[in-house]
Nanobody, 121 residues
Framework: QLVESGGGLVQAGSSLRLSCAASGRTFSGYVIGWFRQAPGKERQLIAA????????YYADSVKGRFTISRDSAQNTVYLQMNSLKPDDTAVYYC????????????????WGQGTLVTVSS
């Protein structure tokens, strides 16, 4: 089970840190992705990290503003979001897939319930 937390309502230019915790299992051997879905839009991958080697991927829309990281002791993946914009408003989901990185939503097997991020202008 994946549990996201950290969403909320913030003003443009602010920061938030989202957390994705795995309950009952380890992330070892998995790729963990952060997706977001804005109203009326498709769910898109914005960042991903390979747990074992820490390699990362970022969508162009968040590159330079968002940072994905992992904490082995906490068995948690974080998404640090800086310089937030109203266009970042969405429900954010973490998801996992075993093995190597994929940019395809359907490749991710396990999903959290999502956490809402709202950025006001």
């Amino acid at each position: 089970q994946l549990v996201e937390s950290g969403g909320g309502l913030v003003q443009a230019g602010s920061s938030l840190r989202l957390s994705c915790a795995a309950s009952g299992r380890t992330f070892s051997g998995y790729v963990i992705g952060w997706f977001r879905q804005a109203p009326g839009k498709e769910r898109q991958l914005i960042a991903a990290i390979t747990w074992n080697d820490g390699s990362t991927y970022y969508a162009d829309s968040v590159k330079g503003r968002f940072t994905i990281s992992r904490d082995s002791a906490q068995n948690t993946v974080y998404l640090q979001m800086n310089s937030l914009k109203p266009d970042d408003t969405a429900v954010y989901y973490c998801a996992t897939r075993k093995g190597y990185y994929s940019g395809k939503r359907v490749a991710y097997e396990y999903w959290g319930q999502g956490t809402l991020v709202t950025v006001s202008s």
